[in-house]
T-cell receptor
C-alpha cells in the first residue's frame, strides 16, 4: 500500500494464473522464515512459514520453497485472485525474535 | 480477539512537538515489538519487550525515541522532539512465548511537518 513504497519491484499476473515471488535472505544462520502479505493501509499479515529443516511447505493455495544453498525463498500462489493484490515480504529469523525483513514485492492481479 | 490495537491511526504534528503512539497487544502475548516502515528503509525493528521488559532497543534511532511497557496490555512509543525525518508508518506487533509468528497492528501513520 501507500505506506510501503513507490519503487518496489512489481509482479503483474493475470487472474487465474500462478504467481511466484522470490526473496534472497541474508543470514546463513537463519532457521525460520515467514512470508507476510501487506494490503494498502494495513499491517503485515502472516501467510505461511517454514523452518530451515524443510525445503517445501504447502498451505491453502500457497507454497513456500526454501533453498538454503543459495539462501533463496520463493512464495508460489496458485490461481491468483484479485484479493491477492498486495505487497509481499519475506522475513528471516536468525535465532532470536529479531526478524530481518526483505524490501517487498508488489503483486498486481490483472482482471 | 480484536488483534493488536494501535492509536492513533494517523498523526500530523509540527516539528519539535512531542508525539506518543500507543499499542495494546493481543491478550496473553508475552512479546511486543515496535517497527517503523518507510519507503527508503522498509520495515525496521526499533525495540522489543518480553514480559514488559525491554530486551533489545538497538534499533531505536536516537535519544529522541523512547518506549515503555508499564503493563502487559499497553505500550507507548514516544518521540520528543519530533523531526520531519521521523515521518513513517509505525507498527506494533505481538507474539506469544515460543511462537515466532508476530501479529501486526494496523499501524500509525505519522507525518511531521
Amino acid at each position: 500500500g501507500e505506506s510501503v513504497g513507490l519503487h518496489l519491484p512489481t509482479l503483474s499476473v493475470q487472474e487465474g494464473d500462478n504467481s511466484i515471488i522470490n526473496c534472497a535472505y541474508s543470514n546463513s544462520a537463519s532457521d525460520y522464515f515467514i512470508w507476510y502479505k501487506q494490503e494498502s493501509g494495513k499491517g503485515p499479515q502472516f501467510i505461511i512459514d517454514i523452518r530451515s529443516n524443510m525445503d517445501k511447505r504447502q498451505g491453502q493455495r500457497v507454497t513456500v520453497l526454501l533453498n538454503k544453498t543459495v539462501k533463496h525463498l520463493s512464495l508460489q500462489i496458485a490461481a491468483t485472485q484479485p484479493g491477492d493484490s498486495a505487497v509481499y515480504f519475506c522475513a528471516e529469523n536468525p535465532g532470536t525474535y529479531k526478524y530481518i525483513f526483505g524490501t517487498g514485492t508488489r503483486l498486481k492481479v490483472l482482471a | 480477539d480484536a488483534g493488536v490495537i494501535q492509536s492513533p491511526r494517523h498523526e500530523v504534528t509540527e516539528m519539535g512537538q512531542e508525539v506518543t503512539l500507543r499499542c495494546k497487544p493481543i491478550s496473553g502475548h508475552d512479546y511486543l515489538f515496535w517497527y517503523r516502515q518507510t519507503m527508503m528503509r522498509g520495515l525496521e525493528l526499533l525495540i522489543y519487550f518480553n514480559n514488559n521488559v525491554p530486551i533489545d532497543d538497538s534499533g531505536m534511532p536516537e535519544d529522541r525515541f523512547s518506549a515503555k511497557m508499564p503493563n502487559a496490555s499497553f505500550s507507548t512509543l514516544k518521540i520528543q522532539p519530533s523531526e520531519p525525518r521521523d515521518s513513517a508508518v509505525y507498527f506494533c506487533a505481538s507474539s506469544s512465548e515460543g511462537a515466532y509468528e508476530q501479529y501486526f497492528g494496523p499501524g500509525t501513520r505519522l507525518t511531521v511537518t
